[in-house]
């Protein structure tokens, strides 16, 4: 648990997730995570000994533009500093965009109002070099139009539990999102998910139950059902970590 002594400090990091093993440091292994990195940036830069804590816990190899983290310190290094100050001590692939200061009760991760996560497909039959860490590589041609419809059918407050990892450990499947859709950008369409929470790899499962939609092996109307069913077994196939990256994490008026 994190001990609320001194300041809170809140960054928004970015980082290439391809060679971390996730967010959440794993004691004991020696495998590299996120926090991890951060933590021992934050420990050369002070000489603290701090428990970061992030806004969602990130699988690996899952990238992200918007991730909240928030610590307390006694520096007394300017909230707006911290910016500058940990790039020397963190890797190139992590990326402080924001530092600021908040509130004694601010949590990233249990005051957070609502979190975007983009899933990104690149469609050619040649793959890209340039692509390939942040992207799914998809050969055929998709019915994009059918894809968007059933999207559509995952907004709104639903018992996700067929779009869950099995052995998930959670108190209720029920999530509510807020906005569901596909953009095209030339070679490139993004599923982008908006919601109050996700459950273990849901949106990946979502991506890949839509290409299902997308590929002609599902119909839109399919959807409802396969919420209703509830059955993890009928979705479709979790994708690969690379395509997806944590977008953006709202806090409405605690975080301005």
């Known amino acids: 648990m994190i001990e609320r002594d001194g300041r809170n400090i809140v960054l928004t990091v970015a980082y290439d997730g391809t060679e971390f093993f996730g967010f959440q440091s794993q004691a004991g ?29 990130t699988d690996t190899g899952v990238h992200a533009w918007g991730q909240v983290v928030n610590f307390f310190t006694k520096s007394t290094i300017p909230p707006e500093r911290w910016l500058l100050a940990l790039a020397p001590y963190l890797p190139e692939t992590i990326v402080v965009r924001e ?6 009760d601010f949590h990233a991760r249990f ?4 979190k975007t996560y983009v899933y990104q497909f690149y469609c050619q039959a040649v793959p890209s070099p340039f692509h390939r860490r942040y992207s799914y590589h998809v050969t055929y041609d998709l019915d994009v139009e059918a894809m968007q419809e059933a999207a559509g059918y995952l907004e709104g407050s639903h ?10 450990k959670t108190k209720t499947f ?17 599923l982008v ?7 273990w790899n849901m949106v990946r499962i979502i991506a890949g139950t839509l290409l299902g939609v997308g590929a002609g092996k599902r119909r839109p109307q399919d959807l409802p059902v396969l919420l209703g069913l509830g059955d993890r ?24």
């Open 29 to 57: 292994t020696g495998l590299p995570t996120i926090q991890e990195a951060l933590e021992t940036a934050i420990h050369k830069l002070t000489g603290e000994t701090i428990t970061v804590e992030g806004s969602g816990r």
């Open 99 to 104: 530092s600021r200061q908040a509130a004694a």
């Open 111 to 114: 005051s957070a109002k609502e």
């Open 159 to 168: 018992d996700f539990r067929a779009f869950c990892a099995a052995g998930a």
């Open 174 to 190: 029920v999530r509510e999102i807020y906005a569901c859709r596909l953009e095209q950008d030339g070679c490139l369409l993004r």
């Open 193 to 199: 998910v908006r919601g109050n929470g996700f459950l």
């Open 233 to 256: 077994r009928l979705t479709g196939a979790t994708l690969p970590p690379q395509g997806l990256t944590l977008h953006h994490v709202e806090y409405g008026d605690l975080l301005k």
